[in-house]
């Protein structure tokens, strides 16, 4: 497995290649990185993983500064697993040789709900550090997790309305055996509340299966649910079904209609912001 730190490297080794798969990654891997990894690599030839905190998608009280930094662990994981032929590992300034004054905003019916109304720039930052390392590595796929729902949705627009020549895959939410999402963030948790965390997963199943019953009364069910995890001690940002499709609010029609739906959260457990959600 090679690691690079150049854009330059990195093109001169994939030169001639039309089947890159890529795994963008922030790094601290754990086993939810490693199966994005085996997708890839089911879907294309080489697969490349880029590992890069990345400054842009962070707030001004967020953790990037103590955001985990783990290259030569996250790079022995990969070399076990033999599913990823290069690793790209730029630092800030090979990504950012200047000032990234061009960015890409997504449109605010999608970019300000939810996750955009609580971290702001987050999706901003997060558009622009993924659509230059999609120029740089120029993949046929990329792979993005389910566990952040909206970021998946963001993206795959963008790529769509850019009309870039990339397919963008979708993996499960990989969990820990107890429900918890699996997320680089969950280091965080002390011992007692890495007990409590997979409550979040376990409140969501419970207004997922109401749904399922026939239940639609939509601000109760959030509430009700809310409620659960602020009775245990969470601050909870928001608990939200919405549609699949546009992430918008479901009317009464849908709930007939059978329209399919998710639920998302995103509630902080003592200082560590966990976020989840479910698809139904």
């Not at 001690?233 to 919405?242: F, N, P, Q």
Request: with cysteine; charged share 25%.
């Amino acid at each position: 497995m090679k690691v690079v730190h150049t854009i330059q490297d990195m093109r001169d080794h994939l030169r001639g290649q039309n089947r890159i798969a890529f795994v963008p990654t922030m790094g601290n891997l754990h086993e939810g990185h490693l199966a994005l990894m085996k997708l890839a690599r089911q879907h294309g030839d080489p697969v490349v993983t880029s590992i890069f905190v990345n400054r842009l998608q962070f707030g001004p009280n967020e953790d990037f500064d103590r955001y985990p930094r783990t290259l030569q662990d996250d790079v022995e994981k990969m070399e076990r697993d033999r599913d990823v032929y290069m690793v790209f590992a730029p630092d800030e300034r090979e990504m950012y040789p200047e000032p990234q004054s061009y960015r890409v905003q997504p449109p605010d019916d999608l970019g300000d709900i939810l996750e955009g109304e609580f971290r702001p720039g987050f999706f901003q930052g997060v558009c622009t550090v993924v659509l230059k390392l999609l120029s740089c590595v120029q993949p046929r796929v990329a792979v993005f997790g389910k566990k952040d729902y909206q970021q998946l949705m963001i993206v795959r627009a963008m790529c769509r309305q850019f009309q870039l020549p990339v397919e963008i895959l979708a993996h499960e939410t990989v969990r820990a055996s107890d429900g918890l999402a699996l997320s680089s963030r969950n280091r965080y948790l002390s011992p007692q509340e890495r007990g409590e965390a997979p409550r979040l997963y376990a409140v969501l199943g419970a207004l997922r299966q109401r749904v399922l019953d026939g239940a639609d009364d939509l601000a109760l069910l959030e509430q009700e649910a809310a409620a659960q995890l602020s009775a245990h001690g969470w601050k909870v940002d928001y608990v939200s079904l919405r549609r699949q499709r546009d992430l918008k609010a479901p009317t009464a029609e849908d709930f007939g209609a059978r329209e399919p739906l998710v639920v998302l959260a995103a509630a902080k457990l003592g200082a560590t912001r966990l976020i989840d959600n479910l698809e139904i």
